[in-house]
């Protein structure tokens, strides 16, 4: 399989991907979906369904690369829907409950605790302004179509390279967590936070990826050049 | 290929100077300095020295120790070898990566050389997470919040081999940002909380 289309039963595309999972609450889309298509699905949940696949096909094969024609028909305003979904998912419910684990962590670490905590709590500002960055001068003009309705100053570069930066911290912390930390301290809370990290981390690269091959194009795209 | 650098401690002119036209018959090795000397009585810079060859006759075992760990301590990825002249007790040899005997063939005497750097060098990769003691340096002005022309600077390096050694810690422990690496280094006691709070943090 190269591609999902919309005959393909969600189940499928969750049997190929578990990861897809986390499509539905960003498309408010609910469980309990039985047996049904993904034009189906879609459609009971008024969500276009080229966006659902759209946003399916970039998230689950690595070599996708959405075509100009389909840059062109992408739905603003539902990109931004589910973009400021997932913000919210990774902010305010994966980071606070791997901060939860990394206090306990931590308070048993002595004096490295506090610096650790101090540690992820950057990271967590980090995202968290990076977020807020595109929400306030990226998403706003997306929604309206005028194409000279994009900021001049918004420099698609630093928003990429912010999300390597973001990348690295999070690798470091699944380093010193399992590597560095001495072994006494807390080993099963540390392999559970662990694998709570990788999937954080495998979920927000992805989330890169959505905003570089989907949202960059579109903003350049809108801006009348590139296209 | 680079040639691997050796030095060599012995009292002996026989020795040093056999052992040196023995090494350079292989273009794998040069003997970039001779101590005609006992080792206790000089000091040997030991920077970007590959292997050490030292005689440790005439003096005691705790002594002889204290040598190899103190070379350790300033060079961590050099390969020690005893010269075997006269007998030596066993323990005398313990801390050693190997050991040369006077008897011992111009061929065999390089193959000792090269199998025993080459094993060093195997143990090191291995074990990733072993800095340098110049790296280590690098590493506590890193976490103290230093440029890479602070650095340079205060360990009067260039800048150039400042980047370098901060490519190879990130090689080795696997960790990018400055904050990590501060966190990698007072795990390692090589900085105190103290100092890295005077510091200001990041």
Not at chain 1, 25 to 43: A, D, N, Q, W
Not at chain 1, 197 to 207: E, G, M, P, R, V
Not at chain 2, 23 to 47: D, G, M, Q
């Amino acid at each position: 399989m190269n591609k999902f289309t919309e005959k393909n039963k969600f189940i499928e595309l969750l049997n190929y991907n578990p990861q897809l999972i986390l499509m539905l609450p960003r498309f408010g889309m609910k469980l309990g979906f039985g047996e049904k298509r993904v034009e189906e699905i879609c459609k009971m949940n008024d969500v276009p369904v080229f966006m659902f696949l759209l946003l399916c096909n970039v998230y689950s094969f690595d070599d996708y690369m959405p075509s100009d024609e389909e840059i062109k028909e992408i739905d603003g305003k539902t990109l931004v829907n589910y973009l400021i979904a997932s913000h919210d998912y990774y902010l305010n419910h994966r980071l606070k409950h791997i901060e939860k684990h990394i206090t306990k962590i931590a308070n048993e670490a002595g004096k490295i605790g506090s610096v650790l905590l101090e540690f992820f709590k950057g990271y967590e500002e980090e995202v968290a302004s990076h977020f807020k960055t595109e929400e306030e001068t990226l998403f706003p003009s997306l929604e309206r179509s005028a194409q000279d309705a994009i900021p001049d100053n918004v420099d698609t570069h630093s928003i990429s390279k912010s999300h390597d930066n973001m990348g690295d911290k999070l690798s470091d912390l699944t380093n010193i967590i399992i590597k560095y930390l001495p072994a006494e301290i807390m080993p099963n809370e540390r392999i559970g936070v662990w694998f709570d990290i990788i999937q954080l981390s495998k979920d927000l690269d992805k989330h890169a990826v959505v905003e570089e091959k989907i949202l960059m194009p579109y903003i350049k795209w809108m801006k009348g050049v590139g296209l | 290929m680079k040639k691997k650098s050796i030095v060599i401690i012995d009292t002996s002119s026989i020795i040093v100077e056999g052992l040196k036209t023995i090494i350079e018959t292989s273009p794998e090795f040069k003997v970039s300095k001779i101590y005609r000397e006992n080792y206790a009585s000089v000091s040997i810079p030991l920077h970007g020295i590959d292997i050490l060859l030292v005689d440790p006759r005439m003096s005691s075992v705790s002594q002889f120790s204290k040598f190899i760990h103190d070379c350790r301590t300033e060079n961590d990825s050099m390969v020690v070898m005893a010269l075997q002249t006269t007998y030596l007790p066993a323990q005398m040899l313990e801390g050693v990566d190997g050991v040369l005997e006077l008897d011992d063939s111009p061929a065999s005497i390089v193959s000792k050389l090269r199998n025993t750097s080459n094993k060093n060098a195997g143990n090191k990769t291995s074990d990733n997470c072993d800095l340098s003691q110049r790296e280590k340096e690098v590493l506590v002005l890193v976490a103290k919040g230093l440029t890479n022309k602070e650095i340079a600077d205060q360990l009067n390096l260039s800048v150039y081999t400042v980047i370098t050694h901060r490519k190879n810690i990130t090689a080795k422990t696997n960790i990018k940002s400055v904050s990590g690496l501060t966190i990698y280094a007072l795990l390692n006691n090589l900085v105190t909380q103290s100092e890295f709070e005077l510091s200001g943090g990041e």
